[in-house]
């Protein structure tokens, strides 16, 4: 079994995340939509790049400021095969028209996240 297939995104933090998203516009040339990320590029198979408040608490119980997207084949069996090889996986998991989510706590206490992207991405 594939287990990560590629980067989906990057999300971290910032103290001020609309003057942040500004530095990195003007910059960095990067396109902030108005969700308040990026698609790098914006086409099919991308890598999602967002800046989210310090405290929205997304990344809990991950400890870091930041969060990796890694894209897999298939999340449920990924999940099932960490959990018996004794990682922490989240117990909540999402489905929506984005694809499938689920999330394991590395060895640092870092939150990673997993997206199986919908059929045809």
Not at 11 to 20: E, G, K, R, T
Not at 59 to 80: E, T
Request: glycine letters at 14%; charged letters at 20%; one cysteine or more.
């Amino acid at each position: 079994m594939k287990r990560v297939t590629g980067i989906g995104g990057i999300f971290f933090h910032a103290q001020d995340p609309a003057a942040l998203r500004a530095g990195y516009a003007r910059h960095l040339g990067i396109e902030v939509l108005a969700w308040g990320g990026a698609a790098l590029p914006p086409s099919a198979g991308h890598t999602i790049w967002s800046i989210n408040a310090a405290e929205d608490g997304g990344f809990a119980p991950g400890r870091a400021s930041f969060m990796i997207n890694y894209r897999v084949d298939d999340l449920d069996a990924l999940l099932a095969a960490l959990r018996s090889e004794g990682c922490q996986v989240l117990d909540e998991t999402s489905d929506s028209e984005y694809g499938k989510f689920g999330w394991v706590i590395d060895p640092e206490g870092n939150k990673v996240e997993l997206w199986e992207p919908p059929a045809g991405q």
